[in-house]
């Protein structure tokens, strides 16, 4: 898309939407709804998410936003006057079964909306069958390169920003320190998943490219539980700083091994596990220092986000994660585009929300969103640290809420 955006906005709370502001009718081929372009029938939401396999932990978060999302949405009226129903089957973290979901999902039971699954993994090929019957699929956790590499048109990632980039702030801070300062050798441990990849190698290309020495560059399979090998390769070299691309289990069982092995960097930056609200009992609450980028904060004063963290947390018995937060922005980038449009089912209707999406921004918990033409969002991610048993963000410095601890103390 090379035309300028609109400039409309979304209010942020999708708790504000009301049946009565809408003046929008229903698009073509929605039939006689009757007066407000509601019905009697709830608007149903296809959804397959990793419930259980390698990635149902954060596949359970996802769940957990989004039935946030229609729990809010609901009280407050629906869309378009409906109540909003969500049809989630497991995929069991597999790629041939979310395709077989999806397809059942939209073909067989005709769902009127889908949401995205968790997982670059199960992200690219469900949006394949989604883009083959002509549907909106909008994801809150396909981030990795390769997902807005595909040619998808009707593809939209609810998040601040894709993998590759978030680390950005953190890469900026640690290149603008002065040369004696800087780390000048990095070991990276990835899981050999599109998105964990994409967050280490977009941190660890940017160090190498200014002259940090890469001492070890391991991949491992998905389900690797022992990190003897990979730990003990990193404390031989006796790298400055340690990268993780990490989802969450992973991420603990490097780390533990890390601390067996008395090995201790000047910076610790893992993905995704650090935010996890579990992390800090997995590790022993060794987590002093430890960093991670992320797209969210329970802290942030967006409207929609402080709604969201009060009645999650009245639910939960504890505020949101980066997890929980994408889904339930999902759910508010489809919702924008459903009261705008005026419509929420199959066919013709697909293609407008489509078009409105490309061509608007939506205002939602982790902050106004925006997309490229190939859905990929243009904003950043901050950085989070562990400092004094919270996890803060200390970059960038505009919005920080402690100082950057490095080095890293000891863990």
Not at 114 to 124: A, K
Not at 382 to 393: A, K, N
Request: with cysteine; charged share 20%.
């Amino acid at each position: 898309m090379t035309a300028p955006r609109h400039g409309r906005r979304i209010a942020a709370a999708i708790g504000t939407l009301s049946i009565a502001a809408l003046t929008v009718s229903a698009c073509s081929g929605t039939g006689d709804q009757g007066e407000g372009g509601g019905s009697d029938d709830p608007i149903v939401i296809g959804i397959s998410l990793p419930l259980t396999g390698d990635f149902s932990e954060p596949g359970k978060g996802v769940e957990r936003g989004y039935e946030a999302w229609r729990d809010i949405v609901n009280e407050n009226g629906g869309l378009l006057g409906r109540q909003v129903e969500l049809k989630i089957l497991d995929d069991q973290s597999n790629a041939d079964r979310v395709v077989s979901d999806y397809e059942s999902l939209i073909a067989q039971d005709g769902v009127d909306l889908v949401f995205g699954p968790f997982s670059t993994r199960l992200v690219v090929p469900s949006a394949r069958v989604a883009q083959e019957y002509g549907m909106l699929f909008v994801e809150p956790a396909g981030a990795a390169e390769e997902v807005f590499e595909q040619g998808f048109d009707n593809l939209f990632y609810a998040a601040p920003a894709i993998a590759n980039d978030h680390y950005n702030n953190l890469a900026d801070y640690l290149l603008a320190l002065p040369e004696d300062q800087r780390p000048e050798t990095a070991a990276v441990a990835a899981m050999d998943d599109p998105f964990a990849q994409g967050t280490a190698y977009g941190l660890r290309d940017k160090l190498e490219e200014a002259g940090v020495e890469i001492l070890v560059n391991e991949v491992y399979p998905p389900n690797t539980t022992d990190f003897s090998t990979i730990a003990a390769k990193i404390a031989q070299s006796d790298a400055d700083i340690v990268i993780g691309g990490t989802q969450y289990q992973d991420a603990v069982n490097l780390i533990i091994a890390l601390q067996q092995l008395n090995y201790q960097p000047e910076l610790a930056a893992f993905s995704t596990a650090p935010t996890n609200p579990e992390f800090a009992a997995a590790i022993g609450g060794a987590t002093e220092g430890i960093l991670a980028p992320t797209g969210y904060s329970p802290k942030s004063q967006f409207p929609s986000n402080v709604e969201f963290v009060e009645k999650y947390t009245e639910m939960h018995g504890n505020p949101p994660s980066e997890d929980e937060a994408n889904a339930y922005t999902t759910g508010q980038v489809v919702a924008a585009a459903v009261e705008a449009v005026g419509c929420a089912e199959q066919g013709e209707c697909q293609q407008e929300l489509i078009d409105w999406l490309r061509d608007n921004e939506v205002e939602t918990v982790v902050g106004p969103l925006s997309w490229d033409e190939t859905g990929k969002p243009t904003g950043a991610h901050l950085i989070q640290q562990w400092i004094d048993g919270e996890i803060l963000i200390v970059l960038p410095e505009d919005v920080k809420e402690a100082d950057f601890l490095f080095p890293k103390p000891t863990w």
